[in-house]
């Protein structure tokens, strides 16, 4: 496809951020994502509930992953870039959209995948892993648990600079190159990754439904992030909230903290500017107990909104919980719940093993 980079302008409000990003590239579906109002009957009938539907943003690449890559790619082939570096768990969604958008943005896409298995024969071949594979993306490895800036990001710019050499030492690809690559950290939340819901927020105001805190799930930190770091520039009229589904409120404080430091804000902290909730994480990320599928299952069957077991499920679940027992952490009594999305496909894989030729497998040594 012919790709078209667009001129980005920030918000009149951001313009005096360091590190504005100077294009953007269209992947999400033209148009504001709608804002509902979520009537599940469980529910507390003092709250009004609104979703902001960024499920919608567009078929594979639905969520708000794709909000963050319409900038991370454009800085990639602003550079020349023609391969993208990323990392994230076996099924992760933020992975998915990268291999996704690669391909039809014409990149080639590297992905470290986070996983229990120990050969290719325990994998299964289903959902994201599946569609990450089927897109033609290499996709290498790592043992569960390995932290990101000590081990997987060492490994991703030995990559990158192989690739740079024309040798990949990691999958077998041995055709000359000696092309430039990019990297994505987790979750696509970096300082180019957050000016997606910036953007977002730009688009609540001109959107001008009235509600009085936002609450989103928090895995990797840049939704929250970009989020009340705008509302802070416009004179905090939100509040802000997280709902963990792994780490700690102190990690991800840290993260919007670095964040902050680097687009110039000073003179506050992320603890003034975001309520983060951890007390529904358990029993792990992407684990889940009763209670979490009965939610989810709930919200289907009364009012058609399909939430996931790792993300929107569990942030969901929490955000019932403190309206019902802890309603003096909100600002008021309407709320906006950010649908961050998700697409996890069952897909049958039988003669369709083919694809693995496209897609190298790697496994890393620890």
Same mark, same amino acid.
């Given at each position: ?6 001129k980005y302008? %920030? &918000?009149?409000?951001?313009?005096s951020?360091?590190r504005?990003?100077e ?5 999400? %579906?033209p148009?504001f994502?709608?804002i509902t109002?979520?009537k599940? /009957?469980d529910f507390?009938q003092s709250?009004? +509930?609104l979703l902001k539907r =960024?499920?919608? #943003? ?6 708000n992953?794709v909000r963050k890559?319409e ?6 082939? %602003?550079k020349? *870039?023609?391969? +993208?570096i990323s990392v994230?768990?076996?099924?992760s969604?933020? *992975? !998915?959209a990268?291999?996704a958008s690669c ?6 896409s590297h992905?470290f995948l986070r996983t229990?298995?120990?050969?290719d024969?325990?994998l299964?071949?289903?959902g994201?892993?599946f569609?990450n594979r089927?897109?033609?993306s290499?996709l290498?490895?790592? /043992? ?5 800036k000590?081990y +997987?990001? /060492?490994?991703?710019?030995a990559l990158a600079?192989?690739?740079d050499l024309g040798v990949n030492?990691y999958?077998d690809?041995? !055709?000359e190159t000696?092309?430039s690559?990019?990297l994505v950290c987790v979750g696509?939340? =970096?300082? #180019?990754g957050?000016?997606g ?5 730009a ?5 001008a ?5 936002i609450?989103c799930v928090?895995?990797?930190g840049? #939704?929250v992030?970009?989020l %009340?770091?705008?509302?802070?520039l416009?004179?905090?009229?939100y509040? *802000?909230?997280?709902i963990?589904?792994c =780490?700690?409120?102190?990690y991800?404080h840290e993260e ?5 430091e680097a687009?110039?804000?000073? =003179?506050?902290?992320s ?13 792990g990320?992407? !684990?889940?107990?009763?209670c979490h ?11 058609? +909104?399909?939430?996931?077991?790792t ?5 969901a679940y929490g955000?019932r919980d403190l309206m019902?027992?802890? /309603?003096?952490v ?6 906006l719940?950010i649908?961050?999305?998700w697409?996890?496909? &069952?897909l ?5 093993? *083919?694809i693995?030729?496209r897609?190298?497998?790697t496994a890393?040594?620890v």
């Amino acid at each position: 496809m012919a790709i078209k980079l667009s001129k980005y302008k %920030a &918000p009149v409000w951001a313009q005096s951020l360091k590190r504005i990003p100077e294009f953007k590239i269209q992947l999400a %579906a033209p148009g504001f994502t709608p804002i509902t109002e979520w009537k599940l /009957p469980d529910f507390p009938q003092s709250f009004k +509930v609104l979703l902001k539907r =960024d499920d919608y #943003t567009g078929s594979i690449l639905s969520g708000n992953k794709v909000r963050k890559l319409e900038f991370i790619l454009a800085e990639a082939i %602003a550079k020349g *870039c023609k391969h +993208v570096i990323s990392v994230g768990a076996l099924q992760s969604n933020h *992975c !998915r959209a990268v291999a996704a958008s690669c391909a039809e943005l014409g990149l080639q896409s590297h992905l470290f995948l986070r996983t229990p298995a120990k050969d290719d024969s325990q994998l299964k071949y289903d959902g994201n892993f599946f569609l990450n594979r089927l897109l033609g993306s290499h996709l290498y490895m790592l /043992p569960m648990g390995v932290k990101y800036k000590a081990y +997987v990001e /060492p490994r991703m710019k030995a990559l990158a600079e192989n690739i740079d050499l024309g040798v990949n030492v990691y999958c077998d690809c041995r !055709r000359e190159t000696g092309e430039s690559s990019h990297l994505v950290c987790v979750g696509g939340s =970096d300082n #180019t990754g957050i000016w997606g819901y910036i953007q977002c927020f730009a688009e609540l105001r001109q959107q001008a439904v009235e509600f009085d805190d936002i609450v989103c799930v928090c895995g990797s930190g840049g #939704t929250v992030s970009g989020l %009340a770091i705008a509302n802070y520039l416009c004179g905090m009229p939100y509040r *802000c909230h997280g709902i963990l589904v792994c =780490d700690s409120n102190q990690y991800f404080h840290e993260e919007v903290n670095g964040n902050l430091e680097a687009l110039g804000v000073k =003179d506050v902290r992320s603890e003034d500017i975001v309520h983060l909730h951890d007390a529904y994480k358990e029993p792990g990320y992407g !684990r889940n107990l009763p209670c979490h599928f009965e939610f989810i299952s709930q919200s289907a069957v009364q009012t058609g +909104v399909i939430l996931d077991n790792t993300y929107t499920g569990k942030a969901a679940y929490g955000l019932r919980d403190l309206m019902q027992n802890k /309603p003096g952490v909100f600002k008021g009594r309407r709320i906006l719940f950010i649908h961050s999305g998700w697409i996890r496909l &069952p897909l049958k894989t039988s003669g369709l093993f *083919c694809i693995k030729s496209r897609s190298p497998y790697t496994a890393l040594p620890v």
